[in-house]
């Protein structure tokens, strides 16, 4: 079993910048392939940003440049900063690892 437990989302701006954290726990033996999915009303759940291996990794379209997704393998936690937030990246933020997700948090922007 794997638990990951993500946390820093909230209400900011636009423009504003947030940083969200994916700590996970249990059977991981690498932290190759854990992401950053969302889901905003209405719409079908996202990928945003994916650690494929080491510092590989892939970015959605509309974050490329604006969203850094980054890792700390010694906590087995991966990091999502993201800075130029707009309302449209309003939505529930997930974690992801092979088949377990996180219980997401959300992010809202205003306008």
């Known amino acids: 079993q794997v638990q990951l437990v993500e946390s820093g989302g909230g209400l900011v701006q636009a423009g504003g910048s947030l940083r969200l954290s994916c700590a996970a726990s249990?059977?991981?033996?690498?932290?190759?392939?854990m992401g950053w999915y969302r889901q905003a009303p209405g719409k079908q759940r996202e990928m945003v940003a994916v650690?494929?291996?080491?510092?590989?990794?892939n970015y959605a379209d509309s974050v490329k440049g604006r969203f850094t997704i980054s890792r700390d393998n010694a906590k087995n936690t991966v990091y999502l900063q993201m800075n130029s937030l707009k309302p449209e990246d309003t939505a529930v933020y997930y974690c992801?690892?092979?088949?377990?997700w996180g219980e997401g948090t959300l992010v809202t922007v205003s306008s």
């Open positions: 992801n690892w092979s088949s377990y």
């Open positions: 249990g059977s991981i033996f690498s932290i190759n392939g």
């Open positions: 650690i494929i291996s080491g510092s590989f990794t």
